[in-house]
């Protein structure tokens, strides 16, 4: 078996942020803002690792599901070139998620 299984779920590997210089790269490639719409998903880069979130336009965060120690989280992120350092979502396309990528109405709207 080449993968780690925790609750059912494979453990996702650690990526690390993009450092400041490919983060200007990255957000060359990414969607601009004004074509982001409202409760849609994304499918693009969180740090170097894929990712599919959806976008809340009132704060302006990617929201998405995280499954870290057995549990599952909802945590949100900036927009990669809003955010000077650190974590940031590069939406690449919209797309329709699979059950185990969607946000709930309600955790989209309290979550993060």
């Known amino acids: 078996m080449s993968k780690f299984v925790v609750g059912g779920q494979p453990f996702g590997l650690y990526a690390p942020p993009l450092p400041a210089e490919h983060q200007h790269l990255a957000a060359l490639a990414a ?31 990617f929201v998405f599901g995280e499954f870290t120690l057995g549990r599952q989280h909802v945590r949100s992120v900036a927009y990669v070139a809003e955010n000077g350092i650190g974590e940031g979502f590069v939406p690449l396309s919209r797309t329709e998620p699979r059950d185990s990528c969607r946000v709930s109405d309600y955790a989209f709207e309290t979550g993060g």
Do not use: F, I, N, Q
């Open 31 to 61: 969607l601009p803002l004004e074509m982001l719409v409202h409760g849609a998903y994304y499918a693009g880069h969180l740090g170097s690792a894929p990712a599919v979130t959806r976008w809340h336009a009132k704060k302006r965060r």
